[in-house]
């Protein structure tokens, strides 16, 4: 099983990566898969999920309306689309899976098969 995330970068505010999760070894429909980010001395906090059995999804109140989160189910792939960026948006994102459905309030323990995050810089 391996989760692989990718599309960090440096942008400025206001402007909008998306990133990618590309996963391997799970059947696509038992599972979700949430978008959560990090920053040095922090916890690691939900971002985004998606339920790939019946599309339900999760928002961080902080991101709503900002990001959307979609898949390609053909490529495995679940992306992050993040618009409007800012510099508290600045952090280490990471992609992990659980079996069933996204959580009310996804927190990072519910979830594994954490694979290496992608950088996410927003400068002033």
């Known amino acids: 099983v391996q989760l692989q995330a990718s599309g960090g970068g440096l942008v400025q505010t206001g402007g909008s990566l998306r990133l990618s999760c590309v996963v391997s070894?799970?059947?696509?429909?038992?599972?979700?898969i949430g978008w959560f980010r990090q920053t040095p001395g922090k916890g690691r906090e939900a971002v985004s999920c998606?339920?790939?059995?019946?599309?339900?999804?999760y928002f961080a109140d902080t991101v709503k309306g900002r990001f959307t989160i979609s898949s390609d189910n053909a490529m495995n792939t679940v992306y992050l689309s993040m618009t409007g960026l800012k510099p508290e948006d600045t952090a280490v994102y990471y992609c992990?899976?659980?079996?069933?459905?996204?959580?009310?309030?996804?927190?990072?323990?519910?979830?594994?098969?954490w694979g290496k995050g992608t950088q996410v810089t927003v400068s002033s």
């Open positions: 992990g899976s659980i079996f069933g459905h996204c959580s009310p309030y996804p927190l990072a323990y519910e979830y594994s098969n």
């Open positions: 070894g799970l059947s696509f429909g038992d599972i979700a």
């Open positions: 998606l339920s790939m059995h019946d599309g339900s999804t």
